[in-house]
Each structure stands twice: as structure tokens, then as C-alpha cells.
């Protein structure tokens, strides 16, 4: 009823009924209602039930089929938008946060929100919860948590010392420092790029990490992770103002060349890694 199932609406009556998968048009189509409980109805049950027979007696069933209808939009179909405005006027989402202010997809959005709340599903929260697979870091053999896979793997490190190799950018230490006096002492007019080109290899190495668990792809080369990264970060530029927009993709190319550059030095191998 409304925006709530019956079992929503009255979970005391839900608890005691017989039948708790029947459908409603069964319920409905006989006098008395058809419908028995496992014990007598008296005190708040009693006034619940009543509650629920007088919100159910004037419904009038047709032998239309059922249909979806999302309450957000007034032409009740789903949208995006409409998800992410309802989030954040209700507080789920904040509203100034540095993550939800820039023009990235929302599913970034939400990938770097899960981040800094640390409950991204990596193996160690797996295990939390259950699950008994291996826990150990598909590319090293240590425990895979947040802190490993984004930072410490010798994947992650190549990456953040291949970005201070290009830019002299000293690479974050863990996921707070990130977000906080890491991404803070940049210049207000640099902070944007520099949050996109740190959620791109973040979202890179995510990506490879599901790739080699899920659909068990061989990880060949770091390399691949960086031109996924570059590759994302030019898909995002296009949501960016010129200016920036211009300024990310000529950073793509620039870190681009000095991989390129280190591999012509040291090799395709791993064993030529710089961590």
C-alpha cells in the first residue's frame, strides 16, 4: 500500500500468517477475507488487521498485468538522475563532498564514495561476511585488502611512482591521506584534474583486479593498466570545462611517454618493475 509492501506495513501480522506467499487477488476474492493466522487476533493485532482489511476493501482488481512504476519521476520510468537527486536531498549522498562535485560518471562517484568509506569488496571484507574463497591479492601473495590493492601491491606502486616519475607528483599513502591533506595541497584550480587522474588508476587497477579474479584474464604487463587508466581519464575529460578538458589530455600523453620511455629502458619484464 502506498510506497510499502503489507509486510512493511504491518510486519507483526506478516509474522503470524499462515500463508505468507500467497497473493493478494486470492486473498481478496472471497467473503471473508481468505486468509487465517496461527494464533487469534487481540490488542494490536486486533487493531492492526482491522487497520489492513479497511485500506484493502475498497481495491478492485483488473486482469491487467502488474507493472513497475518508479514514484521518483512523474512519468514513472527510472532514471538516473532522479536516483542520485532523491540520495542526496535525503543526506545518503553529501552534498559537498570534493567526490560528488566532480564531472565524472556516477558510478565513479559512487566507486570513490565506496572507497573512502572503506567497504569496497575486496577479499578481506569478502571474508568478513562469509565468503570462503582465497583471500590473497591476485597480483601478490598478501592479503588483499583496501590498503594493499590500491597502495602497497607492487601494481598500485608502479603506477603512483610511474605518476611521480611524469609529474612530480608524490604518490598518497593510504585512502585517508588521499582524499584529505594529499589531495588538499594542490592548488584549488588543480584539484580537480588531479582527483579524476587518481580515480582513473584507482578504477584501472580495480578493473584489471576483476578482470584476473572473475574472468581469469593473464595479467601480461603494467602497462596495460596505465593505458586503461589514460583511457578512462580522456573518457571523463569530455565532461570537463576546455580548459581542463585540454590540460588532461595532454597528462595522458605525457605519462603515456614516460611508460613507454621505461619500458624502452628496462624491458618488458615484471622483473624490471620499479617499486
Not at 500467497?22 to 477475507?33: F, Q
Not at 475498497?58 to 514513472?76: A, I, M, P, Q
Not at 591476485?138 to 590498503?147: H, K, L, R, S, V
Not at 580515480?199 to 578493473?207: D, E, G, S
Request: with cysteine.
Amino acid at each position: 500500500m502506498g510506497n510499502k509492501t503489507l509486510m512493511e506495513s504491518f510486519p507483526n501480522l506478516y509474522r503470524i500468517v499462515r500463508k505468507k506467499g500467497v497473493i493478494i487477488a486470492n486473498v481478496l476474492n472471497r467473503v471473508p477475507l481468505n486468509i487465517s493466522f496461527r494464533r487469534s487476533l487481540v490488542g494490536a493485532n486486533r487493531a492492526a488487521w482491522l487497520e489492513l482489511v479497511s485500506k484493502v476493501a475498497h481495491v478492485s482488481l483488473t486482469e491487467r498485468n502488474d507493472e513497475f512504476r518508479w514514484n521518483l519521476n512523474k512519468n514513472g520510468t527510472y532514471s538516473v538522475q532522479s536516483f542520485y537527486s532523491i540520495l542526496v536531498q535525503d543526506g545518503v549522498l553529501p552534498r559537498n563532498s570534493i567526490v560528488w562535485k566532480r564531472k565524472v560518471p556516477l558510478k565513479i562517484k559512487i566507486f570513490l564514495w565506496y572507497l573512502r568509506s572503506g567497504v569496497i569488496l575486496t577479499k578481506d571484507i569478502l571474508a568478513k561476511r562469509k565468503w570462503k574463497g582465497d583471500t590473497k591479492c591476485c597480483f601478490y601473495n598478501a592479503t588483499e585488502t583496501i590498503q594493499h590493492l590500491f597502495f602497497d601491491c607492487h601494481v598500485a606502486r608502479y603506477i603512483w611512482n610511474t605518476t611521480f616519475i611524469a609529474f612530480r607528483i608524490e604518490p598518497p599513502s593510504n585512502i585517508a591521506n588521499l582524499f584529505g591533506s594529499w589531495l588538499k595541497d594542490f592548488p584549488k584550480e588543480l584539484k580537480c584534474q588531479i582527483l579524476i587522474g587518481a580515480a582513473a588508476i584507482c578504477w584501472a587497477v580495480w578493473l584489471w583486479r576483476n578482470d584476473v579474479v572473475f574472468n581469469r584474464r593473464p595479467f601480461n604487463s603494467f602497462a596495460q593498466v596505465v593505458y586503461r587508466g589514460t583511457y578512462w581519464i580522456r573518457c571523463w575529460a569530455r565532461l570537463c570545462k576546455e580548459e581542463e578538458r585540454r590540460n588532461l589530455k595532454i597528462g595522458c600523453r605525457h605519462l603515456e611517454g614516460v611508460v613507454l620511455q621505461l619500458f624502452s629502458n628496462f624491458g618488458w619484464r615484471r622483473s624490471y618493475r620499479i617499486c
